[in-house]
Structures are given as structure tokens and as C-alpha cells.
């Protein structure tokens, strides 16, 4: 299968994924584990894909948006950023706002 | 895996020329660090593009020679 292909299954299986390195229980990289820590703490519910589980996906991600680290937010489909930009917008109160805006169930 | 903080910095002075630019060594391994860049260049710019103008100042350097680096960017 083509990993564009492949990768777009992904994005699309829910309205909130995170291409990260390990997963959810047990992330492998500390921007992995941040990112989990704020989705979970918002308690949102989002798909995780383990990039090392499939390095085509992992390489082929970078080219797909353009963004060369994991990992990586997609919301509805749109590429939000990596650990840092996710974190800052929590940091700076606009996350909750953000996943409103697009719709998104946040159950704090 | 690994880059000098001396060319972590030269490539980001020349991307980003009249502008703050601080850099910390997170771990002491030439693999982990951490920038703050505050410039007018990142003017009407989102934050995935502010950050995308950061990776390609590392001219492909990032995840290929340089396996952490947590970005901060602020227009001046």
C-alpha cells in the first residue's frame, strides 16, 4: 500500500491522532510522552499511532507535512504541530479554546 | 547522532540575522537542546510555520544529525 495512503487511513480513523514514538502507556521519547500527558490530562479522546512500528509511516510522515520530528497532532485531518507548539498553546490556556472551536468533546 | 552547539548557532544566525537567538544544551550530548528565536521575521507567520522556518534553517540537519531540539519562537 502506499504510505501516503497509509499514513491518511491514520489521520482519518479519528477526528484527534498523535503520531508518536511508542504509545500512549508506554511513549518512548519525552515530546511523545508530553504530548500524551495533555491530551490525556484534557481527557480527549485521539487515535495514537506508534511510528516505530512501521518506519515507512515514520519517514514518509515528514515528507507528508513537511515537518521532519515526531511527534505529530493531527485534528480533523489538519496537522496541528509537534510536542512544543501543542504545549505552548497549553501553556498559554488557548488548547482548551482550540479544541472547541474545531468541535472537539473535551470532558476536563 | 550529534551536532556542535557552535553550528546549531551559525545555522540559525544566518536563517534568522537581527534576532534573538538563545540556545541551551539540555543533556550534554551534542544531541539535545533547545532554542528560543525571537525575530521580525516571523511576522504574520502561525506557529507551524515559524517552526517550519526553524527546521529548514537546520538544512535538514534536524532528526538526521540532531535528535532533540524543542523550539520556542516569538516575533519581535
Known sequence: ?108 | MAIKQSELETLLKNAFPNSVIEIKDLAGDDNHFSAKICSSLFKGKNKVEQHKMVYKALKGKMDTELHALSISTEEK
Request: aromatic share 12%.
Open chain 1, 1 to 108: 500500500m502506499d504510505v501516503n495512503k497509509k499514513i491518511e487511513e491514520i489521520i482519518n480513523s479519528s477526528e484527534v491522532v498523535l503520531f508518536m514514538k511508542g504509545t500512549p502507556e508506554m511513549p518512548q521519547c519525552g515530546f511523545s510522552m508530553v504530548a500524551v500527558n495533555i491530551l490525556k490530562h484534557l481527557k480527549i479522546n485521539f487515535n495514537s499511532f506508534d511510528v516505530y512500528s512501521d518506519e515507512n509511516v515514520r519517514q514518509g510522515l515528514k515528507k507528508y507535512s513537511n515537518w521532519p520530528t515526531i511527534p505529530q497532532i493531527y485534528v480533523k485531518k489538519e496537522f496541528i504541530g509537534g510536542s512544543d507548539i501543542l504545549k505552548e498553546m497549553f501553556e498559554k490556556k488557548e488548547l482548551t479554546k482550540f479544541f472547541l472551536d474545531k468541535g472537539i468533546q473535551i470532558n476536563k
